[in-house]
C-alpha cells in the first residue's frame, strides 16, 4: 500500500529562521503531490501542487517544494519563517492517471517562536 | 460562494448512540470524500463517493456508513458510536477532472 512518510513530528524555529519539512513517498509510479496546512483551529488549505513539469514549485505565502524523483521525496521549504505560520503542515499524495484519492502523511507541527 | 460546508461543528454522543454528519458543496464538485483527523495520525480516509449515486471504502470504514444524497451532498452516519469513533471529521471535494481536494471545516465529534 502507497505510504507518505513525514520525518519531523514537530519544528520549532525562531523568526526568520529557515524552514524544510522532509516528505517521502512509497509509489513508484506517477504520482501527484500536495502539501496542506492547517491552522490552530482551522480546516485545511492547499499550500501547493505538483501534477507534472518544473519540478520546483511555488505555492502561498512564500512557501516552495521541490520535487526529486530519484528519491520519492517532497519536500516543503520557506527562507524565512515568520510567527503567522505556526500551523500544521500535511503531505499528500495522489497516484497520477485518474485516481483521486489522497494519502496523508502523520503531519508536521510547526511553531514558531517571535 | 461557501465551499465545502459541514454539520454540526461540535457533537458528544454515548456510546450505542447514531448520528448523522452533514456535508455540502456548492462548488459543482463530482467527487466528494469523508476523512477523520487523530492526533499523530494525520487524515485517513474513510468513504468517497467519485460521484453521483456512487460510493467505496476508503482506509478505515468500519462502524460508518455514507449517503450521496445528491451531488452537493455528501452524509456520514454512525450507527452505533464507540469511544473509537471519537475524532474530528473533515468532508472535502473535488472536481472530476482535478486532484485538488478543498476542506470543510470540520466537526469535532467525542463519544463518551
Known amino acids: 500500500a502507497q505510504s507518505v512518510s513525514q520525518h519531523n513530528h514537530h519544528v520549532i524555529l525562531s523568526e526568520a529562521a529557515s524552514l524544510e519539512l522532509g516528505c517521502n513517498y512509497s509509489?513508484?509510479?506517477?504520482?501527484?503531490l500536495f502539501w496542506y496546512v492547517q491552522y490552530p483551529g482551522q480546516h485545511l488549505q492547499l499550500l501547493l501542487k505538483y501534477f507534472s513539469g518544473d519540478p520546483l514549485v511555488k505555492g502561498i505565502k512564500g512557501f516552495e517544494a521541490e520535487f526529486i524523483k530519484s528519491k520519492f521525496s517532497f519536500n516543503l521549504r520557506k527562507p524565512s519563517v515568520q510567527w503567522s505560520d505556526t500551523a500544521e503542515y500535511f503531505c499528500?499524495?495522489?497516484?497520477?492517471?485518474?485516481?483521486?484519492?489522497?494519502?496523508f502523511g502523520k503531519g508536521t507541527k510547526l511553531s514558531v517562536i517571535p | 460562494n461557501a465551499g465545502v460546508t459541514q454539520t454540526p461543528k461540535f457533537q458528544v454522543l454515548k456510546t450505542g448512540q447514531s448520528m448523522t454528519l452533514q456535508c455540502a458543496q456548492d462548488?459543482?464538485?463530482?467527487?466528494m470524500y469523508w476523512y477523520r483527523q487523530d492526533p499523530g495520525m494525520g487524515l485517513r480516509l474513510i468513504y468517497y463517493?467519485?460521484?453521483?449515486?456512487?460510493?467505496d471504502k476508503g482506509e478505515v470504514p468500519n462502524g460508518y456508513n455514507v449517503s450521496r444524497l445528491n451531488k452537493r451532498e455528501f452524509s456520514l452516519r454512525l450507527e452505533s458510536a464507540a469511544p473509537s469513533q471519537t475524532s474530528v471529521y473533515f468532508c472535502?471535494?473535488?472536481?472530476?477532472?482535478?486532484?485538488?481536494?478543498?476542506f470543510g471545516p470540520g466537526t469535532r465529534l467525542t463519544v463518551t
Open positions: 463517493s467519485a460521484s453521483e449515486g456512487t460510493t
Open positions: 509509489y513508484g509510479g506517477t504520482v501527484n
Open positions: 499528500a499524495v495522489s497516484r497520477g492517471a485518474g485516481s483521486y484519492q489522497l494519502t
Open positions: 472535502a471535494s473535488s472536481a472530476s477532472d482535478s486532484y485538488e481536494q478543498y
Open positions: 462548488m459543482n464538485h463530482n467527487s
